[in-house]
């Protein structure tokens, strides 16, 4: 009995004919047989078409024979059974097939390629066999992430995972993607260096752990073939979320990025002895941030946290080193431009077995003529500024414009903050130190152009040797600095030392308890501010202060050197300048002055001379030493003495050249004395010894002078 064309034919299970009908979504179709009878399939499990239970076999050919029978339109899964899948030739699936391997599957490729640019659905179990020269490609939407684990990737340390991992990054290569890790309790160990040449790639680690053996890392890499080519630049690569390094032995390094634009490395934290953690290579609009070091080898190989190298426009932020002996640097800038480093901070850091303090945040230039090693895997040593304004050998040096922007070092006695050397247009604002060597240096090197300095924002506590110290060499002028807003709380010598420098503008300062030490042998070294052989310099809204119980403090301002012409003094306070050689303000061999507002207090109420019987050799205020000359001073000063209520007030008006062997002159002038109520003392310009200059200064008689305020308004200036 025939069956009518009307009937309707139904199937259990798809057969080879009917995987093309099958739209992978209805339960019955409108397709017809060869003999026009109507189909109704059941639908397919979610595991998609069993390929080896319609075609037979476990081999690429049925792969392909299902992926040519599906077509490129309807939408369906192909079901790879447990086993092992061989292909025997290149086999691509489209966009609109799911590849489902089952738990137990592998493709074994062979010789072959394997293309999927449909979706890719596995667990994070091994799928794929590259035995071979074969290898794997997925599309731009096969796969939201990638994992190792499809190429055999141990995520247990046991073993050597480096092939699995350049399989998964080769997978990728030619559209980008993420490569994500199984987690963290994962432990990924690698033998060498895993290189990322292709753009647009994200390593992210899900706060696995990476280890590698012989003291490697992953490396973002592009491809210059001459100086100054930016074109072949890896772009876009991104690693994050990491724990590297096992501990004290380890020698794993952090990622590096090497000419690469737009390179982001962030949330990784290393604990390993490696030389240098971070590293930043001829980077354009990079971005290092949230990365956190600890522990550095003992030795003196210049261990660095963080390196960046010729980069331009990039930036390091949040990043934090703790509890390490041995390093040299934490956060380097070597040459470039326009770079920023914002919210970093070391802290308990021992220099270990440098024979000399080093740089914990480090501003410098680097040598393009230098056989510099990029490090590890290069494509050749290429100078990216070699082009155009940047031809010149200074021009690729320097580092220009960098910033260091709410960074702090603290604990680090035998480590110095911050130098700045070999650079034009730094800045150094919002800052801390504590316990901190020095907390700023600033030089310029013989043959460089430093300049344009700023130093703003800041706090220095309990330092070791100079608060900030900056400047350059005879003949070659630190040029163009500027340190305001700025807090020094007790450092052993000098509170700010600026030598060799022009145009130097030092504003809203406060010093408090300079020279810790008690150096009495070095007026540099003792006093709150120095300033020596400096042209153009400006000082204003400055307060000193030396409130110990003995002041330590030789001078408040020390002005001096044959070379320093026009400085200008205002509004600057003195309190408690102590010693037989101490002024609040002290000049030598300075020929140009203006000083305005200048108050002292000295040395307080509860405080008497250390000489009561010869006040005026223990309380020189004002100094003018040999090759100085003080045109028209004109001075109100006001006193209290003995300690009593009553006030005296003095008007200088005086003249006074200093020659070269400090014989004084007063030219014209003197000083007048009204509301005096005591003739045993009084205030009086003073040539006590031939060669010593001038003073202007208290005279007692034998009172004790318990305290004395003078109010200053001066213009000096050259005749």
């Known amino acids: 009995m025939g069956i009518a ?52 076999s476990q081999t690429g050919s049925a792969i392909q024979a299902a992926v040519s029978a599906v077509g490129t339109t309807n939408k369906v899964a192909l079901w790879l059974s447990p086993g092992t899948w061989t292909l025997g030739a290149n086999l691509t699936t489209a966009s609109n097939i799911t ?93 060498d260096e895993i290189l990322i040449d292709d753009d647009n790639i994200t390593i992210d680690g899900n706060w696995a752990l990476a280890t590698f053996t012989n003291a490697d890392r992953f490396i973002a890499q592009g491809t210059p073939t001459a100086d100054g080519d930016w074109d072949n630049n890896i772009k876009n690569f991104t690693i994050r979320n990491w724990r590297m390094g096992e501990g004290a032995g380890d020698t794993t390094k952090g ?85 920023k480093v914002v919210n970093c901070s070391a802290r308990n850091i ?27 895997s290069c494509a050749g040593i290429y100078y990216p500024f070699a082009t155009g304004a940047w031809a010149t050998a200074d021009e690729q040096r320097n580092n220009h414009n960098s910033q260091f922007i709410g960074c702090s070092v603290h604990d680090a006695p035998d480590h110095h903050g911050f130098y700045s050397g070999e650079s034009i247009g730094t800045q150094i604002v919002g800052f801390s130190c504590y316990q901190v060597s020095t907390c700023i240096i600033a030089t310029n090197s013989s043959g460089d152009d430093e300049k344009d300095l700023i130093i703003a924002n800041g706090r220095i506590e309990d330092g070791g040797l100079f608060g900030i110290a900056v400047g350059g060499e005879s003949g070659d002028q630190y040029e163009g600095i500027q340190i305001s807003n700025v807090t020094i709380d007790t450092v052993d010598y000098s509170g700010i030392a600026a030598v060799y420098t022009d145009d130097l503008q030092i504003s809203n300062v406060y010093v408090r308890n300079p020279n810790d030490a008690d150096n009495n042998t070095d007026y540099g070294s003792e006093c709150g501010i120095v300033v020596e052989n400096s042209n153009d310099t400006m000082l204003t809204n400055i307060r000193v202060v030396d409130d110990r119980g003995a002041p330590q403090m030789e001078r408040g301002v020390y002005i001096s050197g044959a070379s320093t012409t026009n400085p200008i003094l205002s509004n600057i306070h003195v309190e ?9 303000i002290a000049s030598e061999q300075v020929t140009s002055w203006f000083l305005g507002k200048y108050s002292n207090i000295y040395p307080g109420p509860a405080y008497a001379p250390a000489t009561a019987a010869d006040p005026e050799t223990t309380f020189w205020r004002l100094e003018a030493l040999p090759n100085s000359t003080i045109v028209h001073i004109k001075a109100v000063v006001t006193g209290y003495e ?58 007692g008689n034998g009172d004790t002078v318990n305290w004395i305020m003078t109010d200053l308004d001066l213009s000096w200036i050259a005749p």
């Open 5 to 56: 064309q009307a009937d309707t034919v139904y199937k259990r299970k798809i057969a080879k004919e009917d995987i093309k009908a099958w739209n992978g979504k209805d339960e019955t179709f409108e397709a017809r047989d060869s003999m026009g009878r109507r189909i109704a399939l059941t639908p397919i499990d979610y595991v998609g078409v069993d390929v080896e239970e319609v075609y037979g």
């Open 99 to 191: 590849l489902r391997p089952a738990p137990g599957a592998m493709i074994t490729l062979g010789a072959y390629d394997l293309t999927i640019n449909g979706p890719l659905e596995a667990g994070l179990r091994q799928i794929f066999n590259e035995d071979s020269t074969g290898a794997v490609t997925l599309g731009a939407t096969s796969v939201s992430e990638v994992h190792p684990e499809w190429w055999g990737a141990d995520n247990t340390g046991a073993t050597t995972c480096d092939a699995a991992w350049e399989s998964a990054i080769e997978a990728i290569a030619a559209v980008g993607g993420k490569i994500v890790g199984a987690g963290a309790y994962a432990h990924y160990d690698f033998d």
């Open 255 to 339: 990622p590096r990025c090497y000419w690469a634009d737009n390179c982001l490395v962030e949330n990784i934290s290393i604990d390993s002895e490696s030389s240098t953690k971070f590293n930043m290579y001829m980077c354009r609009g990079c971005l290092f941030r949230n990365l956190y070091m600890t522990r550095s080898k003992n030795d003196t190989d210049k261990h660095v946290g963080i390196l960046s190298w010729l980069s331009m426009n990039s930036v390091i932020e949040n990043c934090h080193v703790y509890d390490t002996t041995g390093l040299a640097y934490f956060i380097q800038l070597k040459g470039g431009y326009d770079n």
């Open 350 to 376: 021992d220099k270990g077995n440098y024979a000399a303090a080093k740089h914990l945040f480090r501003d410098r230039g680097s040598n393009p003529d230098a056989a510099e090693s990029c490090g590890g």
């Open 576 to 584: 408690g300048a102590n010693d037989t050689h101490a002024g609040a």
């Open 642 to 699: 003995d300690g009593g209520t009553d006030r005296a007030k003095y008007t200088v008006d005086a003249l006074i050249n200093v020659a070269a062997d400090g014989t004084t002159t007063t030219l014209d002038g003197g000083v007048t004395a009204d509301y005096e109520d005591d003739a045993n003392w009084d205030l009086a310009f003073s040539y006590p010894v031939a060669g010593n200059g001038a003073r202007l200064q208290p005279t």
